[in-house]
């Protein structure tokens, strides 16, 4: 059975490997000198990122009896 906080760090998990593959994108299409799709690739990283950095600060958070955190 997955409980609530193992499937939001699958979720978490998930969502940092989509943004490992924009990086990717991005690179790759720097190399083959498409400009446009390399500045899509990039706003999809700084949407990931930012999303990640104002969702840790926004939503509750359950701290368990070793210290860690997940989301509520």
Do not use: D, Q
Request: with cysteine; hydrophobic share 55%; aromatic share 12%.
């Amino acid at each position: 059975m997955i409980t609530k906080r193992f499937g939001v760090r699958i979720i978490e998990f998930l969502l940092a490997i989509h943004v490992w593959i924009h990086v990717v994108e991005f690179i790759a299409a720097c190399y083959e000198r498409a400009y446009i799709t390399a500045t899509i690739a990039a706003i999809g990283i700084l949407t990931f990122v930012s999303a990640a950095v104002f969702l840790e600060n926004g939503h509750n958070h359950v701290v368990n009896k070793k210290g860690e955190s997940y989301g509520n």
